[in-house]
């Protein structure tokens, strides 16, 4: 315990959720998402990540500020806000806003009925970061709502229809009638109304002109969604987020298509005066307050200091206590980083760090001040002052932009991000080039002002301060009339991402002149510290401002800036890129200012700031056949049947389940090692820790340690060695979390290193470590084919893994009943029978004593397919060793090192092909890497070699798949499974042929695109094909041609920013590879009072499947779905199920729920005659009649043979096409998404909605696999990329800005229910289209820096592969060093 010398009062005094919380025994370790959810069993918030950078755990934090006198309401994560911080504050929770028992908040209403809930586990952080939003602007405009969540991520939706639902509370969609107000806005359908827009001299009777202009025309009985019509007619037609000028855009929508997906005149109105008040008694104590609080935990003292002396006092007597004020750093370094601050000082409240004052000079901030209140106040600033004065004000609020989300931004402080003293920080760069000075005061040493400069961070993480020190404030000048600020930042994604690289440049001219008076440049990422190119400053003093500037800067940082080869952080060249890439914007961006030189009109593209205008869409589907039962739901766009039990936080899953008697939680031991023999274990300092009941291990395994989904490869607990990093090797049982946890990480693991290691696929090449047999598809005559081909092309590329990402990590409770070795599971699983079949074999069980039960998941995208089964597995045996409910609920980090990914591919190809651009031959070998175990790799290796002929008819085919045997964590199903990679590689060749043939990528891909009748390269015959429909649509809905023009014109126009379009299609089969899976049960009783309970064998995780199989009893009974309830997947009540995967859930299982329901029908018919659905079934009841029924459904006519190459792998095929268009920043690598239309073939569907939502969640989904998400190894196979700090998945600013949806029409398919077709994956790989339109631009570069010919670009293509590829002067300085000349920071699998 720290010796203080302080007294304080231990009590801590807050609200949630309006109730009163005196709590004199709180741990200052413990956070309050974890307060709320343990102690106060408010599980509405969510744990994601537990390091800010998810938002699922989002509550808003209301405090009283006695200088503003007015109340704070701020977004807030529970995740990282110490309980002890909360003292004097009102906490507002999802569940204290509405609830489905009372009456939903407007919030949450509009949330779940725009459909903008799915798996639900992100949906109460959404929620809370919009209310917050609406109690601080009732009617915020579409800037603040896309600021709101920047902090918040969603893996399932795609966003769109989380900002459609919330746009309705925002000026510009209430803008012209005031929206809400009686009863819905003008643009709500009214006849003749176009709201938001002008309908100008003509007519919008019957139908919407939305945002848009229906200028002298008519858009008569049809839509001008987000877009103009003018001149002419879209009559009987839509004009889509475009133009129909001086023409007919017709599209063939006819009546039956809709386009609403959700009514907005349903929503109740926002009311702000209804809201909670904030608890007066809260407002005394804040203000009147001047009592030391005092709370001493196991470990950590926490003390909420009365005074400022009381803090100068702490830190002279302890100076390695650590003042927190946001905890942004100090929590994710205590969770993540083990480090341990036994003394924890918290002045954040004082006002000697709480203020700005204006100077003669500038403002001064108090160092306590948030990142937001910096923001706001300089925001103000540059709205009062004159323009020249505040730029360096308006470079920082430039970069606040960029700097996190709402909710790290309103708790961390300037003093937090100046001490951290972090080499990305992306204030201290601009602090530095501005010269601030930095007050800090001590004890003993008083005041002293010191400037933040070249000698400010001395060495990593260290500051020019003392430890006895407390930094007051920090002053920020004025800048001058001749003065000139910029700063720019490069990260992985643009919202809420640390920086690779920023920078930050001031420069004061010589009045009248163009020569250089002062310069500085400061830059981060580039060295342990924040760094200034003194250097360089120096030599260019004195200087013009003219372009002989430009090469003497560039090369006086090549030597200010050096970065070795193996630099932690890798990407070398591309930061060095980037420091003088970003100079350059800076010239241009002064030499315009200067207005000295004109900068030519194309190069003045490198000085625009990014903006972004706010999301449109369209979603378009065919409404159900007028005359269908009103009852019936089947094709309706019917809400997610739990979606208001998401949105008010009240749906279950498994670690929100309340605690049962005795329970304790499961701590793991994982492998450091990826190739070790364990030489010991020693468990002993764990089990003298706190809280600790005992040691897990392989010796514990009642029944077989030998385990494994497929084949039985793995071991529930690594026993003698370890095959990779994040292999179980033991565990620690305590009585909570934290004490589990900690005891885990004191197990001592002695290993001894194996040799081979092999992490990349290479490596497994070379020792040809490959799981057998290797599978072939062979079709045709190659070397024949290759002989007559008039071109050959040859290449290699790869496509990088996907972590899952599912919001909700993998999960467990087991309880042993005590009795015949039963024992039950609540587990986070697509995969119920496998988690059952494999936890009995460990438990030497029969598979009957073993129940796994499932209600829902928070996303499980294939990773809780079989992975899961590890966890459940290892739980399972503690619960048997201890007798005792045994609960586990993976870190986001753990999670990510243990269960796997989408599986790295390398593909290696040769394409023969007519000079017409015909393909005649392909021969391709596909390396997957699968990790250390088989697990469901083979299938994925087959699925890839099904799909490497793309939508194309290819008539000599050789396709081999090696699936990689590694030392890194077993890979595994991910949406799609092995087909996008397939489908990737076929892209990207048939791309590389249109430039080699010199002819347009649309002519070569519609020369070989299949046709009704083709025989694909596995000799299955197309049938009913509709890629040439959904290809014609689409090109037709994105208006491709024209859109071609403008963005080649653009290209001319533009050198530093290039446009790029791409048209990709899509063919995607149905059905598991594995046949004896296409088979599904259900059971569904009618009890006597009429109402249903179905049960069937698919699992839900967002995805709707129950929604839908609900829609499906509805028409098959004939009764409403409000009599239909569906409560969970129990292994006890359906059996042998396959898993909840290869988007066959529907049609397997409808099938199953179809033919139970039809059963009971054919019972019940006697009774029909009269009375209603309630009288027959009573009537069959009495009568003896049973209301129960199985039904057993298995896919006919999957027969397919690799060896003879011929039968069915696949019921049918799913099609689709997309067209994208981007813009790159080709100095940067950035990118965005300007719009993408998709047309995609679900048959008729089951629910449009539903569907819709999968289509978009699956392409944003599938941007991240193309774009942006990134697995970062290190050689020794060491996952670095444990989180969303690292790795980044797509936030809402990363969606198109222009997004559309429409159902491909009239196109039933005869093979699954009711006409339907699957849709989970097959959209995934309508993403590329980004991609390969990300290439496009790239191409254009390239062009102007006089490159020509094809060029190698892998997935996905990052900020950093965009930038490399648009190769030009800046690239050249820095060439890559030799390969084997150094070793990397970080690999590729
Ligand atoms: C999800 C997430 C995203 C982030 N994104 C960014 C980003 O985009 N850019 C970026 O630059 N940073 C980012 N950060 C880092 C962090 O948010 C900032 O550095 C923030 O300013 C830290 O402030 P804090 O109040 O939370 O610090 P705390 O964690 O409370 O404290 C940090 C350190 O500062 C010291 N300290 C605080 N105040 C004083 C003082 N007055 N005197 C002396 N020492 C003091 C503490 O002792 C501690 O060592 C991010 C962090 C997270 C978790
Ligand atoms: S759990 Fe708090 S931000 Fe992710
Ligand atoms: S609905 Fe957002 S993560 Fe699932």
Redesign the pocket.
């Known amino acids: 315990m720290p010796e203080t010398g302080i007294e304080g009062k231990p009590e801590l005094v807050f609200f949630v959720n309006g109730r009163k919380v005196v709590d004199q025994d709180v741990d200052p370790e413990m956070t309050l998402l974890t307060y709320l959810r343990t102690k106060l069993r408010l599980t509405g918030a969510k744990l994601g990540c537990g390091?800010?950078?998810c938002g699922a755990c989002t509550v808003m934090v209301s405090r009283y500020n006695p200088t503003q006198r007015k109340v704070l309401h701020l977004a807030v994560n529970a995740c990282?806000a110490p309980i002890c911080s909360l003292h004097g504050a009102a906490v507002t929770t999802v569940e204290g806003i509405g609830s489905t028992r009372t009456r939903l908040h407007p919030v949450q209403e509009r949330l779940a009925k725009a459909h903008g809930s799915q798996c639900g586990f992100c949906t109460p952080g959404i929620v809370m970061s919009m209310y917050t939003l609406l109690r601080n602007h009732p009617t915020p405009n579409m800037e603040q709502l896309e600021a709101a969540f920047q902090g918040n991520l969603c893996r399932c939706t795609g966003y769109r229809p989380i900002l459609e639902g919330y746009k309705t509370f925002t000026k510009e969609f209430q803008g012209c009638c005031g929206g809400m107000a009686g009863n819905g806005c003008c643009r709500n359908g009214q006849n003749g109304q176009a709201a938001n827009g002008q309908a100008a001299n003509g007519q919008a009777s019957n139908g919407h002109a939305v945002n848009g202009q229906a200028t002298n025309g008519q858009t008569s009985n049809g839509h001008a969604v987000n877009g103009q019509a003018t001149n002419g007619q879209t009559s009987n037609g839509h004009a889509v987020n475009g133009q129909a000028t001086n023409g007919d855009t017709g599209n063939g929508w006819n009546e039956d298509v809709s386009k609403e997906l959700f009514q907005v005149s349903e929503f109740q109105p926002l009311d702000p005066t209804q809201e909670p008040i904030f608890p007066p008694e809260l407002m005394k104590t804040e203000s009147s307050e001047q009592t030391t609080l005092k709370f001493a935990g196991e470990r950590v003292t926490w003390i909420k200091p009365a005074t400022f002396k009381e803090v100068l006092e702490l830190k002279a007597k302890n100076p390695r206590a650590?003042?927190?004020?946001?905890?942004?750093?100090?929590?994710?370094e205590v969770k993540f980083k083990n480090c341990e601050y036994p003394l924890i000082i918290a002045?954040g409240h004082l006002p000697e760090?709480n203020f700005h004052r204006y100077t003669e000079h500038g403002i001064t901030f108090g160092?306590?001040c948030t990142?937001t209140y910096l923001n706001d106040t300089l925001a103000e600033a540059i709205h009062d002052l004159p323009e020249h004065q505040t730029r360096l004000f308006a470079a920082i609020v430039e970069m606040l932009r960029?700097?996190?989300?709402h909710q790290?931004r309103n708790?961390?402080?300037?003093?937090?991000?100046i001490?951290?003293a972090?080499p990305?920080?992306?204030?201290n760069p601009i602090f530095l080039s501005a010269g601030c000075t930095v007050t800090a005061m001590s004890h003993q040493g008083g005041s002293r002002v010191v400037k933040m400069d070249h000698a400010f961070f001395p060495g990593y993480r260290k500051t020019a301060?003392t430890p006895e020190?407390?930094?007051?404030s920090l002053d920020v000048p004025f800048t001058k009339e001749n003065e000139y600020f910029l700063a720019y930042k490069q990260a992985k994604r643009r919202d809420?991402?640390?920086?690779i690289v920023n920078a930050a440049f001031r420069v004061q001219i010589e009045e009248g002149t163009d020569i250089i008076q002062d310069i500085a440049l400061s830059f981060g990422g580039m060295a342990p510290t924040s760094v200034m190119a003194c250097n360089t400053a120096n030599r260019l003093i004195g200087l013009k401002w003219d372009n002989d500037l430009l090469p003497e800067a560039c090369s006086c940082l090549e030597d200010d800036l050096p970065l070795p080869p193996s630099v932690p952080g890798g990407m070398v060249e591309f930061r060095r890129t980037l420091t003088t890439s970003f100079f350059f914007k800076f010239f241009l961006s002064v030499q315009q200012r200067l207005n000295l030189k004109d900068v030519p009109p194309p190069y003045r593209s490198a000085c625009s700031l990014y903006h972004r205008e706010p999301p449109h869409g369209a979603q378009m589907y065919q409404e159900v056949p007028e005359g269908q039962a009103r009852e019936d739901a089947v094709g309706r766009p019917i809400m997610h049947l739990s979606a208001l039990k998401q949105v008010t936080g009240e749906a279950v899953y498994t670690d929100d389940m309340p605690p049962i008697q005795g329970e304790l939680y499961l701590g793991l031991v994982l492998s450091k090692k990826a190739h070790a023999k364990i030489v010991s274990i020693d468990p002993s300092e764990a089990l003298k820790m706190p809280g600790v009941e005992t040691f897990v291990s392989a010796e514990d395994v009642p029944g077989s340690n030998i385990t494994g989904p497929v084949v039985l490869d793995e071991e529930v607990f690594a026993s003698e060695k370890v095959t990779c990093v994040g292999q179980v090797v033991g565990a620690v049982l305590a009585d909570t979390q934290a004490h589990a946890q900690r005891a885990a990480k004191a197990v001592v693991v002695q290993y001894e290193d194996m040799e081979p290691k092999i992490i990349t696929i290479e490596d497994a090449i070379l020792h040809q470590s490959f799981f057998h047999p290797i599978n072939k598809i062979e079709k045709g005559n190659l070397e024949e084919a290759f002989e007559r081909s008039d071109q050959i092309i040859e290449g290699e590329l790869r496509i990088g893994g996907q972590e899952h990402f599912y919001l909700e990590t993998c999960a467990a409770i087991v309880v042993p009943h005590g009795e015949d070795g039963e024992m039950e599971i609540f587990c986070s699983t697509q995969n119920p029978t496998k988690t059952q079949m494999l936890a009995a074999k460990a438990l030497g069980v029969p598979a009957n004593r073993v129940v796994c039960r499932m209600k829902r998941m928070g996303g499980g995208f294939g990773g809780k397919e079989t992975r899961t089964c590890v966890i459940s597995s290892v739980c399972a045996v503690a619960a048997h060793k201890v007798r005792r409910p045994v609960r586990i609920m993976l870190d986001r980090d753990e999670d990510m090192v243990i269960t796997g990914t989408r599986h790295p591919f390398l593909g290696r190809y040769k394409v023969g092909f007519m000079s017409d651009g015909r393909v005649l031959a392909l021969d391709i070998s596909l390396y997957s890497n699968a990790g250390n175990s088989l697990d469901l790799s083979r299938g994925v290796t087959d699925r890839a070699l099904f799909h490497s002929d793309s939508v194309y008819t290819i008539p000599n085919v050789r396709a081999v798949g090696y699936t990689c045997k590694t030392n890194t964590a077993s890979n595994t199903a991910f949406r799609g499974f092995g087909g996008p990679q397939g489908l990737f590689f076929a892209e990207s060749w048939i791309s590389d042929v249109a430039t080699k043939c010199g002819i347009s990528q649309l002519t070569v891909r519609e020369i070989n695109m299949h046709k009704e009748g083709d025989l694909t390269h596995y000799n299955m015959k197309l049938e009913r094909c509709q890629v040439q429909r959904c290809w014609e649509e689409c090109l037709k809905q994105s208006d491709f041609h024209t859109r071609r023009r403008q963005v080649d014109r653009f290209n001319g126009e533009n050198r530093w920013k290039k446009r790029g379009l791409a048209a990709i299609p899509t063919k995607f089969g149905i059905s598991f590879t594995s046949t004896f899976l296409n088979q599904a049960g259900a059971l569904v009783h009618v009890y006597t009072d009429g109402s249903v309970l179905v049960t069937h064998g698919g699992t839900e995780m967002g995805q709707g499947l129950h929604t839908k199989m609900v829609q499906v009893a509805c028409r098959a009974l004939k009764i409403p779905t409000s009599r239909i309830h569906i409560s969970e997947t129990s292994t006890n009540t359906v059996p042998n199920t396959s898993p909840t995967a290869a988007s066959a859930s529907s049609d397997l299982n409808g099938m199953a729920v179809k033919i139970a329901c039809e059963t009971i029908l054919q019972r019940l018919e006697p009774y029909m005659g009269k009375g209603s659905w309630d009288d027959w079934v009573r009537a069959a009841y009495f009568d003896r009649v049973g209301l129960s029924a199985t039904g057993f459904y298995r896919t006919p006519g999957l027969d397919y043979d690799m060896q003879k190459n011929e039968g069915r792998p696949f019921n049918y095929f799913c099609y689709g096409a997309a067209v994208s268009e981007v813009e790159i920043d080709c100095l940067t690598g950035d990118h965005t998404v300007l719009r993408t239309d998709i047309v995609m073939d679900v048959g008729d569907s089951l629910n449009p909605a539903i569907d819709i939502g999968q289509i978009e969640g699956a392409f944003v989904q599938g941007c991240g696999l193309f774009t942006m998400e990134e697995q970062v190894y290190s050689p020794e196979g060491v996952l670095y990329s444990r989180g969303p700090?690292m790795y980044k998945i797509p936030g809402f600013a990363d969606i198109p800005i222009h997004f559309n949806v429409s159902l491909l029409r009239g196109a039933p398919n005869d093979k699954a229910i009711f006409s339907s077709k699957a849709v989970g994956e097959p959209p995934l790989f309508l993403a590329s289209s980004v991609f390969f339109a990300i290439k496009d631009a790239v191409y254009s570069a390239r062009a102007d820096a006089g490159l020509k010919g094809t060029f190698r670009l892998d997935s996905p293509a990052t900020a950093e592969c965009i930038r490399m590829a648009c190769e030009d002067q800046f690239t050249a300085q820095f060439p890559a060093a030799e390969p084997g000349s150094f070793t990397p920071w970080a690999i590729k699998l």
């Open positions: 390091e800010g950078g990282l650590k003042l927190v004020i946001g905890n942004s750093e100090i929590g994710v002045p760090i160092a306590g990142l960029w700097f996190a989300g790290i708790v961390g402080c300037i003093g937090g991000n001490v951290t972090s990305i920080s992306d204030l301060l020190e407390v930094m007051v809420d991402d640390i920086a700090g």
